[in-house]
């Protein structure tokens, strides 16, 4: 079992930046595929961004690529969302995901076994 905790979520004006964490519990994080999710309301949850066990895969959305970098510490257990240049359609709870899995980044809800509470992030104009 796995347990994820997202931080970093909050208030920002657009244009500006704020960097997700998600901490995992476990001493097998390095098996894990980690990805970054988010849901507005009425809308369904979608893919943001993901990377794989090594962090030498990753991948992002076409909404956030060139504005989002995903990274991941394995000696801390953490994966971080290094979100700059937020626009107002960012705003949503952002959820972590993760996978015991090796391979590449994996982009879909279906592939992930752990999920975090989420964290909200909101986007001022």
């Known amino acids: 079992q796995v347990q994820l905790v997202e931080s970093g979520g909050g208030l920002v004006q657009a244009g500006g930046s704020l960097r997700l964490s998600c901490t995992a519990s476990?001493?097998?994080?390095?098996?894990?595929?980690m990805g970054w999710f988010r849901q507005a309301p009425g809308k369904e949850r979608e893919f943001v961004a993901a990377?794989?066990?090594?962090?030498?895969?990753?991948d992002y959305s076409d909404s956030v690529k060139d504005r989002f970098t995903i990274s991941r510490d394995n000696a801390k257990n953490t994966v971080y969302l290094q979100m700059n240049s937020l626009k107002p359609e960012d705003a949503a709870v952002y959820f972590c995901?993760?996978?015991?899995?090796?391979?590449?980044?994996?982009?879909?809800?279906?592939?992930?076994?752990?999920w975090g509470q989420g964290t909200q992030v909101t986007v001022s104009s």
């Open positions: 995901a993760a996978a015991p899995r090796l391979g590449r980044a994996i982009v879909t809800p279906d592939g992930y076994d752990y």
């Open positions: 476990g001493r097998t994080f390095t098996r894990y595929a």
């Open positions: 990377t794989n066990w090594s962090g030498g895969s990753t």
